[in-house]
Structures are given as C-alpha cells and as structure tokens.
C-alpha cells in the first residue's frame, strides 16, 4: 500500500509541475543577433593644381639689355619702363586746327590745343619705354617699332602710333621711339655712342585690368637675335 501512496503522490506531483511550466518541452527563444551593416567609403582623391605654363621663363627683368648685330655693327636695346593710362592728353602744332585750339585757349590768346585720346571699352593704353643704343664702331641698323610686340595674358598687341613726330602728349616726356631714329615706323640707323641713341615711348592698346606679371614685350631685333622682356 505505501508503494501505491508513493506512485500516486508523485504522479500528482509530476502534473502539478507539467501544468506550471517548469518542465516546458518548448525550445528558448533566442533574440536574432543583428549584424550591422557596413557603409562603403568613398575614396577622397585630392588633386594639385596643375601649374600655369609660363611662356618665356627666360625673359630679361627691365632695364636688362640684350644685345644684337655682329662685328664691328653692334647695339644693344632694353625695356627700361612702363605706365598705365586709361586716356591720354596729345597736342601737336601740325594737327589741331586753329578752332580747336581757340577752343582751348582763353581768347586772343591761341595756343595749341589738346585732344584727348580714349581706347575703345574695356581696355587701356600701356606705355611702353625703349633704349636702343649703338655700342659699335660703326652704324648700327635699329630694331623698328614693329619689332616690338607685346604679349599680355597669351594674347599679342602692335604698338599704335601717334599722328606726326611733333606730337606731345601731357605729363609724359619724350617722343615716339621710332621718331628717334628719323623713319616713324621702319627701321633706322644709330650712330655709335651714348649720345646717339633712341630713347623714347611706344603705346599699347591693351584689355583691363593689366598685369605686368604676365605682360612681356617680345623683340626680334635683327634676324637672329630676339630679345623678351618681363614688365613685373
């Protein structure tokens, strides 16, 4: 009998168990593990500026000569100045006409009148100043003012001549260069010595605003010498 009681205590035992839930026969539920996504980087590519290209690294600093001619025919020519100017002032006594110059004069008083000179919009008068010197024995054949050319940002100007060669142009000194060696525009001859050279201005018409570091003036100053010339 007390084996009966032992079975049957147990058995009442076991149910009150199972229906409790301490002998669940259902598996854990497991919290799915979340694995974190990966985002692709972009690869950053820094790139160096690529070096502006200079078109004469050679060039002469101003007041540099350079030489040209052979033998005893020998000179030697340089850039020695610059100025800007967005207009120019010019008289000549063989150009303004007695009304313009009564126009500008007080009355009885005529005098030579001035006329003023503007580029076209957007651009501006570069002055450009050469020496040509002979350093030979012998007369020299001179660089003419076509054989100055000026290169302003890759692009090529020719110079632009004043009316006649008693032109005087307000607040500026000298005459045209190329009246210094007797021909307005083609090519002279130097005599030999300092005191014989060609000192004087050529004029530019060029865009603004300018900038003398990349503004050089090119010369070809007889068949096989050429000469350049950085203005900053």
């Not at 580029?119 to 040509?132: D, H, I, K, M, S």
């Not at 201005?201 to 000469?227: C, G, H, M, R």
Request: charge should be neutral.
């Amino acid at each position: 009998m007390k084996i009966i009681y032992s079975i049957a205590f147990f058995g009442v035992l076991f149910i009150i168990l199972l229906f409790s839930g301490c002998t669940s026969t259902s598996p854990p539920v497991q919290t799915p593990t979340q694995t974190p996504t990966s985002v692709p980087t972009t690869a950053v590519v820094i790139l160096s500026p690529t070096p502006t290209a200079v078109p004469f690294p050679n060039a002469l600093a101003l007041n540099e000569y350079a030489t040209f001619g052979s033998a005893d025919k020998i000179g030697k020519a340089t850039i020695y100045g610059y100025e800007i100017k967005p207009n120019y002032n010019w008289t000549s006594p063989s150009w303004n006409s007695p009304r313009e110059q009564a126009a500008a004069s007080p009355p009885l008083e005529l005098q030579h009148g001035y006329t003023m000179e503007k580029p076209q919009e957007g651009n501006t008068f570069l002055f450009v100043y050469v020496r040509v010197m002979n350093t030979g024995n012998n007369a020299v054949y001179a660089p003419s003012a076509k054989q100055f050319v000026v290169f302003s940002d890759g692009k090529a100007y020719n110079y632009s001549s004043v009316y006649s060669s008693d032109v005087i142009i307000d607040k500026v000194t000298g005459t045209q260069y190329d009246y210094q060696i007797g021909r307005g525009g083609t090519v002279g001859y130097i005599q030999p010595g300092e005191s014989n050279k060609a000192d004087g201005y050529l004029i530019y018409e060029i865009p603004a605003p300018f900038s003398p570091n990349t503004t050089y003036v090119v010369s070809n100053l007889d068949y096989q010498n050429k000469a350049v010339w950085k203005l900053g």
